[in-house]
């Protein structure tokens, strides 16, 4: 049987620090994703709420959001490096842009902008589920 717990404060063992539960939800990622784009069409390491729809080419994802977001103007962040890299401490540009409420586009390249693929993206979703 399941069981359901109502408060609308949270607060740290002292009593102190409270936050509303509101924050605590609008404020956690809706998906996430570690993506390892160098091995061949891209493996996840770890994901939540996310898997892999499309390898468009060299450096460049979409991901499917399982649990679909409440519209596409939701924010994407995204990360990428290549720690074989020591010239650039294995720094890439990234970036993520919602494709619609149930993917998001992740693509990484080089300083120059060309697009690379690296053992280590990821992409942050935030914003509301429907």
Known sequence: MASELRVNTLKDASGNNSVATSTVAQGSAKAWVNLNMASGDG??????????????????????????????DYAVTASAMDPTEASTG?????????????????????????????????????????
């Open 43 to 72: 493996v996840i390491n770890d994901s939540f709420n996310c898997s892999i729809q499309t390898d468009h080419g060299t450096g460049r994802f979409t991901l499917s959001i399982t649990s679909s977001m409440v519209n596409s």
């Open 90 to 130: 294995g720094n890439r540009t990234a970036d993520g842009t919602p494709v619609n409420t149930s993917a998001m586009y992740i693509r990484a390249a080089a300083y120059d902008n060309t697009a690379n693929d690296v053992p280590a993206a990821a992409g942050v979703a935030h914003g509301d589920l429907a």
